[in-house]
């Protein structure tokens, strides 16, 4: 019994000569709380609404649970769907709309009231039963649309960039709010978003989708860590991390030396298959750099040191962006992220370190360089 | 100093002038009109005020009681048949098929023409004893009718008139049932709602908003219909078709008693303004306002 596990199989979709979907093979397991995210027309709600049966499949089968479920339609999947737009009845009370679907069912009344309550309970709904959609707040109407859900105690939840409505403070309470929400149903869950913030702070695992193709499946602090290629490098991580072009000029057994602009670069690394003279990518998270004195604990193995010149500077109160020039490691500006608020004058010089450890390598064809050596030390 | 306000009026004034020569002047004429005898033969200073005397008149007027039930029974038929013709067209409009753009204005054209005159006198010729209809009817097997000769059958042939005309309304309804977002049809299908229950559940709810201008609009256009009664029947068989406006038309013009024609055009119109405050004092029971899709923190 795989009750609450997804299945996809060499899914496709065209929509008439644009193929939107490309061949996609994914396991959810039960219980899971996976995020489709990627960048506008990757094909993430796509791909949601080929599992939810709003869309059938060019190509391809999906499987829930046990059952093959490919054509079957959407009331008889064991789904339930969140919108972006909560698409409420606006013309329903809330406890009509919740228990809209149990009505078609054709469950009794008095099942129907107690089923609506209990979610209501789960969701501090309660007060509001009686009242009509547009008498409701935009969290509030995001409960009731996950209270519709509820109710159909499905076997699949599916979240269609359920928060994108809502403004930034009630976004991160919502999100709090799923959160919890999947702790306490324990239900497979499958959300949709092109935050990344929001990926990485409720997924169990993130699938990262580009162009209708799945870049990179993993835990979010895997695809952070270790991003498979230079796009999901590139989408995992805000502010995004910096690349910088250079040449491979020697590979050892442990290590890869690249030449950027000015400075060359030992990356460990093992098992890198580049040849020297390869172009090759170096990423480094924001975060990543340091600025002010290299801690004594490093050894020079690991932590190096360029001059930067201050060409922007965003102060988020708690941490700081510096837009640096490193002419040494590139000829554009790189972003860097310093905690707290540290003075920084536009146009002044600056000391800045990096951890060798943590710079990302990706060869011509932008996947990921080796095993990193220092895997370890990184996760530490 | 140059003054903006004279500029202002200048902008409105053939507006105003309009208004005030088409709308205002006979409007008050008429309701003055309506308490003399005045014929329009005569000078208008010999007419005689009567005071209710033409409207005391209308209590005991058969033809004016005849007309007018022809007029309700003429409003009752046509205003539901052509809004439920009207939706249905629309929502098959609202299929996205392949050309449904054509189709719209294939259908739409020629609708629109059904209130003028040419489409009336064409009428009569579709419906006449050798007409296209009787000629379809006797190439398929069937008797001739007589359209316009048989009392019910002559009502029915002006409330088809008026039923050919959906083409405004159903744009009306092509609109609004646009407006009601798809993600409510998808939200519906999971939770299991079939075409037939999502149309009655969510669309027609949901459209009632539009339904109801539709509404309005039938009523008060449908109490008024003259040109297919005029032109197709004379108001004939028997009176059978003998709608208020072509009384009205037909006292004023016909018999020159346009007192007493100024006087029916006050009744039709308390009566198209009864069954307006009507629909709208029901409008809260059936109505259903407020599909803002914004955030109403």
Known sequence: MAKGRVLLRGVTKCFGAVDVIKGVDLEIAPGELTVFVGPSGCGKSTLLRLVSGLELPTGGSIMIGDRDVTLVHPSERGIAMVFQSYALYPHMSVAENMGFGLKIAGLPKPLIKEKVAKAAEILQLTPLLDRKPRALSGGQRQRVAIGRCIVREPEVFLFDEPLSNLDAALRGQMRVEIARLHAKLGAT????????????????????????????I?????????????????????????????????VETNSVSVRLNGATLRLPRHDAAVKPGAKVTVGIRPEHFRVGPTPADMDDDQAVEFDAIIDL??????????HLRMPSLSDGVLVVKISGDVPLRIGTGLRVGIRLAQCHLFDADGRAVGEPAARAVVAA | MYDNRVSGYLYIAPFLIGLATFTLFPFLASFL????????????EQARFLGLGNYTQMAGDDTFHGSLGVTFLYVFITVPLKLAFALFIAFVLNFKLRGIGFFRTAYYVPSILGGSVAIAVLWRYVFAGDGLINQVLVWAGGEPLNWLGEPAYALFTVVLLRLWQFGSAMVVFLAGLQNIPTDLYEAATIDGAGKARIFFTITLPLLTPVIFFNFIMQIVQAFQE????????GGGPLKSTYLLPLMIYEEAF????????????WVLFLIIALFTIIAFASAKYWVFYGNEREDGE
Do not use: C, W
């Not at chain 1, 270790?226 to 072009?245: Q, T, W």
């Not at chain 1, 102060?315 to 510096?322: C, F, I, S, W």
């Not at chain 2, 003259?226 to 029947?233: K, L, Q, R």
């Open chain 1, 313 to 322: 500077v965003e102060r988020l109160g708690g941490e700081t962006l510096a």
């Open chain 2, 254 to 265: 016909k018999y020159f008693n346009v007192g007493y024609a100024a006087a029916l055009s």
């Open chain 2, 226 to 233: 003259f040109n297919g009664p005029y032109i197709i029947t």
């Open chain 2, 33 to 44: 009109l309506s308490f003399s005898d005045y014929q329009l033969q005569d000078p208008v």
């Open chain 1, 189 to 216: 869950m499958i959300y949709v978003t092109h935050d990344q913030v929001e990926a990485m702070t409720l997924a169990t695992r993130i699938v990262v989708l580009n162009a209708g193709r799945i870049e990179q």
């Open chain 1, 218 to 250: 993993g835990a979010p602090i895997e695809l952070y860590r270790h991003p498979a290629n230079l796009f999901v490098a590139g989408f995992i991580g805000s502010p995004a991390m910096n690349f910088m072009d250079g040449i491979v000029e020697a």
